[in-house]
Nanobody
């Protein structure tokens, strides 16, 4: 069963940047549709960005122009570069492909 492990979260000031990483197990990563999701306290989990096996991307309106999703198939790793962070970006961030949800990584943006 494929598994995903997120890392790179932390505490950052408003306007700052973070890069999240998601390491995948198995040998089929290159063909997966992959996405980053987030869940803020008291809110439902929402899609942040996704990327298909051809590198075509899609973003939530709230992050468009600030976040960039990318993948390195050789390293079996998914990335999320987050710039111009805002306090309402505070959430637990998860990567998702075929398989169960991982533990996520906490991102906290202070004002």
């Amino acid at each position: 069963q494929v598994q995903f492990v997120e890392s790179g979260g932390g505490l950052v000031q408003s306007g700052g940047s973070l890069r999240l990483s998601c390491a995948a197990s198995g040998d089929m990563f290159s063909i997966y549709m992959m996405g980053w999701y987030r869940q803020a306290p008291g809110k439902e989990r929402e899609l942040v960005a996704e990327i298909n096996k051809f590198g075509v991307t899609n973003y939530a309106t709230s992050v468009k122009g600030r976040f960039t999703i990318s993948r390195d198939n050789a390293k079996k790793t998914l990335y999320l570069q987050m710039n111009s962070l805002k306090p309402n970006d505070t959430a637990v961030y998860y990567c998702k492909g075929p398989g169960p949800w991982g533990q996520g990584t906490q991102v906290t943006v202070s004002s």
